[in-house]
């Protein structure tokens, strides 16, 4: 029973752009914090960015700061992440989680599947 699906990936040249998109089940999305993390190919998964239920809170990785933007919207039960300035390190397999303590400690119990972001030189 698949509950939070990615969607937005692709290949984009460095310099451009891409926004994420994960939509979830109300029972995962309601109350609980959201995050974004991504696998580069041989290497361990990473946090990118959170941000908490009520949307007011927000964090993000230090190598993403200024460039990602992570966002919500609790009408329609999904989280973003707008990705500009990509560069060829930001080449990764991103996925969507979500937890009650999913943004502040991205501790979290639900995942996605992932989308692939390809960030070409």
């Known amino acids: 029973q698949v509950q939070l699906v990615e969607s937005g990936g692709g290949l984009v040249q460095a310099g451009g752009s891409l926004r994420l998109s994960c939509a979830a089940s109300?029972?995962?999305?309601?109350?609980?914090?959201m995050g974004w993390f991504r696998q580069a190919p041989g290497k361990e998964q990473e946090f990118v960015a959170a941000?908490?239920?009520?949307?007011?809170?927000?964090y993000y990785a230090e190598s993403v700061k200024g460039r990602f933007t992570i966002s919500r919207d609790n009408a329609k039960n999904t989280v973003y992440l707008q990705m500009n300035s990509l560069k060829p390190e930001d080449t990764a397999v991103y996925s969507c989680a979500a937890g009650r303590d999913c943004s502040y400690y991205r501790s979290c119990d639900y995942w996605g599947q992932g989308t692939q972001v390809t960030v070409s030189s």
């Open positions: 941000i908490s239920w009520s949307g007011s809170n927000t």
């Open positions: 109300g029972r995962i999305f309601n109350n609980n914090g």
